[in-house]
């Protein structure tokens, strides 16, 4: 059964406004990604991480920043919100060797007005 | 590069009808193949996966075969129901690099009563 969490599952805020999405996980993964969903439902990889202080952007520009400072924890943070980033976040994990799948948390839609 | 294709939905089906979901792939090296569902509201989930040539992957009822010599992972079902409704997302995943997985573009499934 996979742990990975997500918090808020659903925000909505005004534009301007900095906001931080949660992900945890308690599996011990190194690796931890975000997707962004668009509402044709593709996915698209905008952060990840191989392990404790080590991110990279993925193939989606993003304006968003991620931190990896426990292993468990990869928020995501937006600080000025915009109308075009209203979508699904989605946050996923996966061992670090191995052909190892990716476990999904529930996702956060967010609705920036 | 690598790439996923999938069949453009949505696919409406009745309850008990048969059910396949095309998926092709484009891969440099070995890929693990995989097919994800997304309920509504939800994150994904890992239905089943395949990481060598000829390999099949069975889940709930879903089956999908690993065939090299087309590059396909076609998700089949014998009888849906309509808890099934859904996207569905073929996926794979090489050793080499240190990439997340390439999903397809997702299927939608419709099952009606």
């Known amino acids: 059964e996979a742990d990975i969490y997500q918090t808020p599952r659903y925000l909505v805020i005004g534009t301007g406004k900095k906001i931080t999405l949660e992900c945890s996980q308690t599996?011990?993964?190194?690796?931890m990604y975000w997707y962004q969903q668009d509402p044709g439902m593709e996915l698209h990889l905008i952060h990840y991480?191989?392990?404790?202080?080590?991110?990279e952007k993925g193939d989606l520009s993003s304006e968003s920043t991620v931190s990896r400072i426990r292993t468990e924890h990869f928020p995501l943070t937006l600080e000025s919100a915009r109308p075009s980033h209203t979508s699904q976040y989605l946050c996923?994990?996966?061992?670090?060797?191995?052909?190892?799948?990716?476990?999904f948390g529930p996702g956060t839609r967010l609705t920036v007005t | 590069g690598n790439s996923v294709t999938q069949m453009e939905g949505p696919v409406t089906l009745s309850e008990e009808a048969f059910l396949t979901i095309n998926c092709t792939y484009t891969?440099?090296?070995?890929?693990?193949l995989f097919w994800y569902v997304q309920y509504p509201g939800e994150g994904l989930q890992l239905l089943l996966k395949a990481t060598k040539a000829d390999d099949k992957g069975s889940n709930k009822g879903f089956e999908a075969t690993y065939r090299k010599e087309t590059t396909s992972f076609h998700l089949e079902k014998g009888s849906v129901q309509v808890s099934d409704s859904a996207v569905y997302f073929c996926a794979l995943k090489v050793d080499t690099g240190r990439r997340a997985l390439t999903f397809g573009s997702g299927t939608r499934l419709q099952v009606q009563p």
């Open positions: 996923a994990s996966s061992e670090k060797q191995g052909r190892y799948e990716q476990y």
């Open positions: 991480s191989y392990g404790v202080n080590s991110t």
């Open positions: 891969a440099t090296g070995y890929p693990s």
């Open positions: 599996m011990g993964h190194d690796k």
